[in-house]
């Protein structure tokens, strides 16, 4: 089966596990496309969304002149690789494609012809979203079976953005699904979805690391799946969900302090 | 873009002044300057405690009433007639702002302010009971405004039990009766000679008196408003005759208008037309969050500002935003929250009112800016042109107090 992996950002932790694990189960990645943008457009971009302040500390706290602030967060994703004998989960997308001779293609946007040209040409049968952006039309019906996406949320009832923190503020379980990616903003068929169990003195920022191993394992898991033509797509019924949207700082924080 | 807009700002300076008078007016203040400036390069200003805001906000609508010298409102400071004159309309719907601050902060002295807005108000009143259109005192009478007094009128009676209040609102009550239309629009004494949707805004008013006096007929009158408006309404929710004009989009103001009086205005229905009411405001309230939030370059940021108009299908090319319609909006969202108890209005009043309020300055020397809100973000935007508003102010505090009472019975609840 041709798998390709999309990504946003050259050093990704989570596409790099997710890979090794692929390697493992004997699916290595045909390809691994990176759509990062330029510096100057993540700066812009990062100025835009966190506002100065934060975009300064961010920069210390990457050049290690400042501390980080979730330094002492658990790292289950580092675990979860060292556990699976991955010791390169923290290289880059591109020394892993050299290591693991995996094709490499670094594009500006995902959209782009030459992305789609790419997944056209090569017979790609499954893109694994690990970071890519927003797709459109002409990427998302490229693939032969489809994109494969984690979403952090028990679908159909949270769509959308920061649904882990939407699921606990409502009390809801929370969890990751598996469904394909379709034009609609998480409304593609379903494939799986596992429950994450919440523990005394987690926060928002544990859970979110938790699911990371999830996304992983139920990832595998609707590869194999598929691989042998056994999975079940569940249509999604649109009008027994609500889309949600980026949760404003103060919302968060109850939903911290309830945990 | 910055060139571009810098040009634009340049043109639309031209436009307003063609001669060097108007332009000296807008440049002649350093203070003036660095808020063109900032918004030109938009610098926000440091989004401090909500009490802080609410506090500045109030300080500011103080000083335009003491500014007026007779009880009422100054409209607001515009960079280039400086203070204008007391506005009765606006003066009228301060007054309940005013009484909730004082028992938020334990203040008599807010009290006290809110009676001289009301008694001004008497002064100015009309013989035939209608309240005076525009700002400054004028002689023509306008229904809206009528309706807006009423509500301050009703809200002072409610608190001190004088006589004089209900007695004057009762006057432009019967005022508004006597020159309403058979199916319940008012078509003459209005804004451009037009009949408007946004008048549920006056039959809220006339139900509050309702509850006062138990009159009938001012039920009777605000229900043929609601059925009228609500005739109005479109399978989208969209109403139309929502705006000043028929020739023009609405603008958030008028629509957040439109949809208080209706939110308002079904706290005394019932059953089915009750049902109707808040689904058509639910409804529309969430095609405007949708807006709102979707309106972003990527999806994990915050939104950009709301557009200033939006047209029949909800959707906008304004590059501007009216920040009085912002703070309107955000109390809409916040009723709806507690109507609905679907949080993503909350979430979307709580990120809107962050964004009126970093456009509060709580530092400028100018004290027409200081804690002021102007009606257009850029200052340069179509709506209220370089104009700092006191209803804009009195929105903005009418947000606030109602997000922290909000906030502050969520996590009661959540405890």
Known sequence: ?259 | MKVNSFIKIIEIIRKIGSNSYFLMKIYRKPSHLKIILSDLLKVNNKIYDDKDHLKAAMEWLCRAQDIANCGGVSGGYSFVKGWMPPYPETTGYIIPTFLQYSLLNNDNSYIERAVKMGDWEIEIQLPSGAVRGGMGINEYSVIFNTGQVILGWTSLYKETKLNRFLEAATKAANWLLSVQDDDGKWSKHTYKEIPHVYHTRVAWPLLNLYKLTNEDKYKIAAEKQIFWGLSHAKENAWFDLMGFTTNKTPLTHTIAYTLRGLIESSIYSEGKSKNIILNLVQKAAERIMMRYELRKKDLDSIPMHLPATLNEKWKSKDKYSCLTGNAQIAIIWLKMYKISNDARFLNAALKIIDQVKASQSLDSKNLGIRGGIAGSYPIWGKYDRFTYQNWSTKFLADSIMLQESTMREMEENRN
Not at chain 1, 121 to 147: H, L, M, Q, T, Y
Not at chain 1, 169 to 188: A, N
């Open chain 1, 1 to 259: 089966m041709n798998i390709v992996i999309s990504s946003s950002s050259i050093h990704n932790p989570y596409a790099s596990v997710l890979i090794y694990k692929l390697i493992q189960y004997s699916d290595k990645p045909k390809c691994i496309i990176n759509a990062e943008k330029s510096k100057i457009i993540k700066l812009k971009n990062q100025l835009r969304k966190k506002g100065s302040q934060t975009t300064i500390k961010k920069i210390f706290q990457h050049y290690k002149i400042a501390r980080c602030a979730n330094r002492n967060s658990r790292n289950y994703l580092k675990e979860y690789a060292l556990l699976n004998s991955i010791p390169d989960w923290n290289i880059s997308l591109s020394k892993i494609s050299k290591k693991e001779e995996i094709e490499y293609l670094k594009i500006d946007n995902i959209n782009s012809k030459e992305a789609v040209d790419y997944i056209k040409s090569r017979e790609v049968d499954i893109v694994i979203n690990a970071g890519g952006g927003i797709f459109k039309k002409a990427f998302v019906s490229a693939p032969k079976i489809g994109i494969l996406n984690a979403h952090m949320g028990f679908l159909p009832t949270f769509r959308g953005m920061n649904v882990l923190e939407w699921s606990l503020f409502y009390g809801h379980r929370i969890g990751v699904t598996l469904h394909f990616i379709d034009r609609g903003i998480d409304t593609g068929d379903i494939l799986l979805f596992k429950e994450i169990p919440i523990e005394i003195g987690e926060s928002i920022n544990t859970l979110r690391a938790k699911s990371l191993v999830i996304n992983i394992e139920l990832m595998i898991q609707g590869i194999n799946l598929i691989k042998n033509k056994n999975e079940t797509r569940i249509k999604q019924k649109i009008e027994q969900g609500k889309q949600y949207f980026v949760m404003h700082k103060r919302l968060k924080n109850l939903v911290d302090k309830s945990l």
